[in-house]
């Protein structure tokens, strides 16, 4: 069963628009780890933050923001005011503490797609 | 160099050759990985190793072969593959349990394989 998902494959903007990423995730894990990266053409995965369960905090870094549900089993990536630059994968993953550590597991990712 | 370096970058081999895929980190990881990109696929966790031992093996056909010779270097030996086995192989390192947790990967660029 697939533990993290992405619905969204593709979301088009025009930059300046904002845009929300949707990741549901699935574990009996008490702890574990959520983690967002970006993957431009160049084909790197760039890691964006990295958010433990015990910490529900919404977290914002620049256009950047986080919302973790813990009730909803959500982790919700919003670009605000998109920027040609954007355009990329953006995967959603999780990480056990117990049953599967050490392991990351992926979404499908989310296509972004911003026009000038 | 800083972070993690793969290479070669593209790699087209016919289905009876010997190649090997080297990653490199600078960043004094204990936990390497292997993953697996194919088109419109998750990623796939392929091998992990944690201090230079191999923890997962995520059922992955033999004519994959891991190797960890240190904690800074991991090699994915290619034979006789298939042509769906094209795909970005990703290598990944991160610090493994820290304070409790998982810390975060960092990810090369990957090497992009052609079977033919």
């Known amino acids: 069963a697939q533990k993290v998902t992405q619905a969204q494959t593709e979301i088009s903007v025009v930059e300046k628009e904002d845009v929300t990423l949707d990741c549901v995730y699935e574990?009996?894990?008490?702890?574990?780890?959520l983690f967002w990266y970006k993957q431009p053409p160049s084909g790197e995965l760039v890691f964006l933050i990295r958010?433990?369960?015990?910490?529900?905090q919404n977290e914002i870094s620049g256009r950047y923001s986080w919302n973790f549900q813990k009730s909803t089993s959500s982790f919700n990536f919003t670009i605000t005011a998109s920027q040609v630059v954007d355009s990329a994968v953006y995967f959603c993953?999780?990480?056990?503490?117990?049953?599967?550590?050490?392991?990351?597991?992926f979404g499908a990712g989310t296509q972004v797609v911003v026009t000038p | 160099e800083t972070g993690v370096t793969q290479t070669p970058r593209h790699l087209v081999m016919g289905m009876t050759n010997k190649k090997s895929l080297k990653c490199e980190q600078h960043?004094?990881?204990?936990?390497m990985y292997w993953y697996k990109q194919s088109a419109k696929k998750p990623l796939e966790l392929m091998f992990v190793?944690?201090?230079?031992?191999?923890?997962e093996n995520n059922s992955v056909p033999s004519r994959f072969s891991p190797e960890c010779p240190n904690s800074s270097h991991l090699f994915l030996h290619l034979h006789t593959l298939q042509p769906e086995d094209s795909a970005l192989y990703l290598c990944?390192?991160?610090?493994?349990?820290?304070?409790?947790?998982?810390?975060?990967?960092?990810f090369g660029q990957g090497t992009r394989l052609t079977v033919v």
């Open positions: 990944a390192s991160s610090q493994g349990v820290i304070s409790g947790g998982n810390s975060e990967a960092f």
């Open positions: 574990t009996r894990d008490t702890t574990y780890y």
């Open positions: 958010r433990n369960s015990f910490d529900e």
């Open positions: 993953a999780l990480s056990e503490a117990q049953r599967n550590w050490g392991k990351f597991q």
């Open positions: 960043l004094g990881h204990n936990a």
């Open positions: 190793y944690n201090f230079k031992e191999q923890t």
